[in-house]
Nanobody, 119 residues
């Protein structure tokens, strides 16, 4: 059974930092591109960052230079280090993986973790 479990969200003041984690189980996450998305109230879900199976990374323009995506293959876990947080970063953050698994092509999501940036 594949699961993705996010953690690390919370309330932080503008300019602060948080590190989100996405613990994967049921598959070897290092073999897949993995993504962080976020969804703010009243807005569509948007892609925040991607890390490829070979370690390449890409970021949305809104977070470039502030967020860093990484992965620890030994722990089967992906991270999102978020620095210099702004109020507009307030959203539910989700981790995602899609790809060809041994049991077919699938698209998996975590349950999300709330990030609130407010003074």
């Amino acid at each position: 059974q594949v699961t993705l479990v996010e953690s690390g969200g919370g309330l932080v003041q503008p300019g602060g930092s948080l590190r989100l984690s996405c613990a994967a189980s049921g598959f070897t996450s290092s073999r897949y591109d993995m993504r962080w998305y976020r969804q703010a109230p009243g807005k569509e879900r948007e892609l925040v960052a991607v890390i490829g199976s070979v370690g390449t990374t890409n970021y949305a323009d809104a977070v470039k230079g502030r967020f860093t995506i990484s992965r620890d293959n030994a722990k089967n876990t992906m991270y999102l280090q978020m620095n210099n947080l702004k109020s507009e970063d307030t959203a539910v953050y989700y981790c995602n993986v899609d790809g060809d698994f041994a049991w077919g092509r699938r698209d998996y999501w975590g349950q999300g973790t709330q990030v609130t940036v407010s003074s």
